[in-house]
């Protein structure tokens, strides 16, 4: 008689037609077994998420489940659960048909062989603090418990690689560039135990490991040069970029490198580096679309600054909870909120374009800064001393700015007045008082469109009867009275016509005169017919501090006084010297009109002047002092030096590397649950920051929590996630596998870690060593485990055919940057200078023809910009370089933990034909012919060693001989053809080399930088 239970017959039953799946296990673990299948097929609908659960059962929580009796432990056969997953009738199924979820029959024989065992449940794998296993003194952690691994499943590790492939792998892993021959010669002779890790030192000490290991870290902070919505213009985040590099190179501790991020604003010890570390909080997409909705991008950024953290630091699908508690992990939408609350105040706009950002100084331009400084600061002190000599000159001056006030009676302003610019470089308002203001257009200096001249067009009516115009200058609250940034402006030349378009009547003008003349650049000048020349027209530096004026004299007095007249004012010097804010007076009074001595002072000073000498305050008379220093001919000569410095400070500041950083406003956005996420539904509570409910965290009281609490507690030891998160990633760089295999999502939907005591050994020791990452990677690159070969057999592919047990290395194509940087290298072309702005290597034509307010067209660099590496590479969010995307690059709208990698033909083409590969290919090809003496074949061998570090074959000899005696014969007899594909890339042609051989080289180089040995790393 059978001793099995009838659930248990029908189980192997049905196993028996999946003899394929792997057996069940003897002892059940939930972590590893059982919540897999839960989460997978049961906690959508019950699992953590209230408004969404069915029956009112939870399968997340046990004690919920034993009391809706959904199990019996120890009785598998009496539980309902087993009953709801054996059951022929659909209307009790459980996962119900229209789930389009059907249990295999492994997974039901493991629910029902768990609860036989007592159904016990653990906390989450990822929730569970990191346990670090003990590791044998002077054993390799990795090493150890990868091979302890390997013997329970009954496979044992591979063998050793060869040192030409371990350099090569070291070389692409740490720097993303290929080893010189000479490199990989020079290891291979090196018999020495310690050689390895001193080539690992090396490359620590190499600039280019920062480049390489920046990478990933700028796809999981979602960076790019631009905004991502609409109109997707640029935002100035490149110095964030150095920043990153800097942080690898000097091996900053990931604990530190964490908190400048979050919070580098924040800290302590706040510097320009910390702050510009801040730039990660601003890396979000923004708008300046003019009908977008306030509230709605609020929220929107606030649910993008929540995902980044949650896939950056923690592994969890933060993302889910926007519209409701998640469905599979404990993240509640009140977790969502409240750590979205910590970025509230963040000074920012909400909508519209980023401000220019803070400026980022290296050394130099520090030293630079401060010598301007320096000088300016003299110079001014200078300027500042009393000068009782002046006495009786400001005596004189006084007089005569009473006559002005006194005689400007005699004009009357224009208040009807419509101002234009012709360019549209500069912004002109007119206000009810008839004052123009002019703003330079902060986009189209941002986008080099402004080439800083400009044309002014007022239009209104003069009364019958005027005599003359006068056009002040008004200096108001800028530091000049022009729009340069010395304070100065040149009028190149002014027009009058009246009349409409159809019949324009030029207005003749007999005169010019000004109250204040800069040397060279006369009043005179400003009519004298000529304005297309820079050095021509009425300037005033030296006198920028005070209004001027202009007063011109017509030949004819107006006698049509509801004519339209247009007033063209040219500004042709260029750099913006246009001005800033001016005014237009007619007079009526009889010829001849002229400027007084001295420009009408301003309306205070005007008013100290009419009070008699001997009843003026000191205050008074320092006011006088101070406005005749402005202008007294005496100190005209450091008044322009003066300028010149303040220009050259504009200048600099203007030109210096700037980068939106985080600034804490105290004032902070309103922060409330929003039911199902709807940002116009307000009736949600509101919170305020706080850390996740569901995991450890410190007692904090008497004050709001800030983003240095929370960035403090994501590197803190009761954190489970972030070490854990962190090494994952690592190991995925070095293995080409997360142990966890899904980066972002360490939760319920994630996938249990193939060798769980492996990461959490790593994530300990992460953070023993005081978060030293490259600790970590020389732990991992120096464990045999990542010296064996990638070769695999027929039987460790059957038994991990995606060798997730590291049985073996793993080889895999290059990230999209490193393959074009490996060109570069091979080529001879690279630019190995690090750090600095984006660049813009060859793109097609009218690849941007759809990119919109304004529209755009992409310019290729000059120069080093052509060759630099692939992550400086202008990363355009909604039009990502195409010859990056066909390689997998993400967009960067999201955080990318970890990037797809493709197979496909539009590869090849790429490295065929792409100007970027066929200038290599020429390049290298050029290298060929003049640094290689020899004949073909020596050549060949030589090429094969610059490219992968070894001897071609003898075949691989053979197929490429024959390939350059074709394309020799071809190019012979075609010497046109030759110098058209020679003609591709802006690098010259060697003059010596023959043309016909040049190009065929260029063949037998573009077969090898396609090899899929060359893009890729074993």
Known sequence: MSLLKPTSLLLLAALGLHAAEPPVPAKIVFNRDVQPILSDNCFYCHGNDPKHREADLRLDIRDEALKAKAFIPGKGAESELVSRILTQDEDDLMPPPDSHKK?????????????????????????????????????????????????????????RADARTLARRLYLDLLGMPPKPEEVA??????????????????FKNPHYGERMAIGWLDVVRFAD????????????????????QAFNSNKRFDRFTLEQIAGDLLPDANQESKVGSAFNRLLLTTEEGGAQAKDYEQRMLTDRVRAVGNAWMGQTTGCCQCHDHKFDPWTQRDFYSLGAFFADIKEPILGRREPGMTVLDEAGQKKQADIAQRL????AEFAK?????????????????????????????????????????????DKEGIVRGVIDAKRNERKQNDGTETYTLTTRLPAGTTGIRIDALKEKLPGIGLSSNGNFVLSEVTLTSGDKKQKAKIALAHASATYEQKSFAAAAAIDGIADQKNNGWGVLGGTKADQSLYLELAEPITDGNASVVLTLTFAWGENHEMANLRLSTTSAPKPIRAPGTGLPAAEIAAILKAAPDK?????????????????????????????????KADFENSAPKCIVSVSDATKRTVRILPRGNWMDESGEVVKAALPGYLPKPKIEGRDLTRLDLAQWLVSRDNPLTARTVMNRLWKQFFGTGLSKVLDDLGAQGEPPVNPALLDWLACEFMDSGWDMQHMIRVIVGSET????????????????????????????????????NALVISGLLVPKIGGPSVKPYQPAKYWENLNFPQREWQNDSGEGLYRRGL?????RTFTHPSLLAFDAPSREECVAERNRSNIPQQALVLLNDPTYVEAARAFAARILTECSGDAGQRITWAFQQALQRKPTAEELRTLSSLLDQQMADYQKDPAAAEALLKTGASSVPANLNKSELAAWTHVSRVLLNLHETITRS
């Not at 990191?130 to 302890?148: C, E, M, S, T």
């Not at 291979?188 to 135990?193: A, Q, T, V």
């Not at 070769?791 to 073996?808: G, Q």
């Open 386 to 430: 009393p000068r009782p000599d002046l006495a009786p000159a400001q005596a004189a001056w006084e007089k005569q700015a009473l006559e002005a006030v006194n005689t400007n009676s005699q004009w009357q302003p224009v208040k009807q007045v419509t101002a234009a610019a012709t360019k549209k470089n500069i912004t002109l308002k007119a």
């Open 872 to 876: 400086y590479t202008w990363w355009q």
């Open 226 to 245: 631009t905004i991502g919505y609409h109109s997707d213009n640029p935002h100035n985040v490149w110095p964030y970029r150095d920043y990153v590099i």
């Open 786 to 821: 990542y010296k064996q070969v990638s070769t695999s057999t027929k039987a460790l592919t059957a038994a991990d055919p995606y060798n997730r047990e590291c049985a073996r290395q793993s080889p895999f194509r290059l990230d999209a940057e490193l393959v074009r940087d």
């Open 377 to 380: 600061a003299a110079l001014q």
């Open 186 to 203: 020079a290891f291979e002779k090196d018999s020495s135990p310690a050689a390895y890790a001193r080539l690992v030192d090396s490359l």
């Open 616 to 648: 003026r305050s000191a205050a008074q008379k320092q006011q006088l002092t101070t406005a005749y220093k402005q202008i007294a001919p005496e100190l005209r000569e450091l008044r322009s030096k003066i300028a010149t410095v303040e220009k050259e």
């Open 103 to 159: 249990l295999t029959p492994r997974q039901k024989e493991i629910l029902r062989k768990w609860i036989d065992q007592g159904a016990a449940y653990q906390l989450h794998w990822s929730y569970e603090k990191p346990v670090k296993a003990a590791i044998p003194a002077g054993k390799n952690g990795v090493d150890v418990l990868v091979r302890q691994r390997l013997s329970e499943i009954g496979l044992k590790p591979s063998p």
